[in-house]
């Protein structure tokens, strides 16, 4: 505990004090007038070196609890077998122990994660159309696109221009087609994962782009 054994030499220092010189102690707690002098007679060194200690600990502990700890007898008694000068032994009972908690301070607690919520990060919109799912718009300009390897089938596609106003190049599934510019055609979103740029792909059998037919041979 933060203090005790600050507390428990300035105890010790007070007590020793005390039994050492009876009337310096008394002159201590309650000074007294000398006579023939105008000032109070001042307590010795030890004495206000323990009454300080004592008082910057009791100031520590009414910040931390509500109510000051409660502090037991001072056991003074000499114990059998023992030489030399009596010595303090302070059985001191402390208040509640302070909980330290063990948690990182930066890890939020169960009842913040509850207010707050779960985080939920923010992705990109790689939605080459925005929201939508379907878009129509007006051919530009048909092309033929070259696959990576290992594929190596050209790729039919159309330059579109959308009615939201971006020009994307759009994949013409199937076999064959009759697109020719200005025509109107309707985009789905889809890439094409053989051909790098291609993020949509036209839908057969709506406007102008009509469904593949069916071989004959």
């Known amino acids: 505990m ?6 428990r030499s300035a105890f010790s220092k007070l007590n020793l004090a005390s039994l ?19 000032h109070r007679q001042r307590p010795p060194l030890a004495i206000c070196q323990a009454a300080n200690t004592c ?5 520590s502990w009414s910040s931390r609890w509500s109510s000051p700890p409660f502090l037991g007898s ?25 909980s330290f908690s063990t948690t990182d301070a930066r890890s939020a607690s169960l009842y913040q994660m ?8 923010k992705r990109k919109n790689k939605n080459p159309l925005g929201d939508k799912p379907m878009a129509r718009g007006v051919v530009l300009k048909t092309l033929i696109k070259k696959p990576r390897k ?8 159309v ?7 971006k020009e994307l190049i759009a994949y013409v599934p199937g076999e064959g087609h009759s697109l020719q510019e200005h025509n109107i055609v309707m985009v789905r979103v ?26 004959k041979t």
Request: charged content about 20%.
């Open 55 to 59: 008082g910057r600990t009791f100031a």
């Open 74 to 98: 001072v056991d003074t008694t000499r114990t059998q077998g023992s030489r030399g000068p009596l010595s303090a032994a302070p059985q001191i009972q402390l208040g509640p122990a302070h």
């Open 159 to 165: 330059l579109v221009r959308l009615s939201t106003g």
């Open 114 to 121: 509850h207010k707050r919520g779960p985080i939920i990060k």
């Open 20 to 38: 050492s010189s009876p009337s310096l102690a008394e002159g201590a707690m309650k000074p007294a007038r000398v006579q023939g002098l105008g």
């Open 150 to 157: 290992p594929n190596s089938a050209n790729r039919k596609c």
């Open 190 to 215: 889809g890439r094409l994962r053989d051909v790098p740029g291609v993020k949509v792909k036209c839908i057969r059998g709506v406007y102008d782009l009509a469904h593949v037919v069916k071989r």
């Open 2 to 7: 933060l203090g005790l054994r600050t507390l």
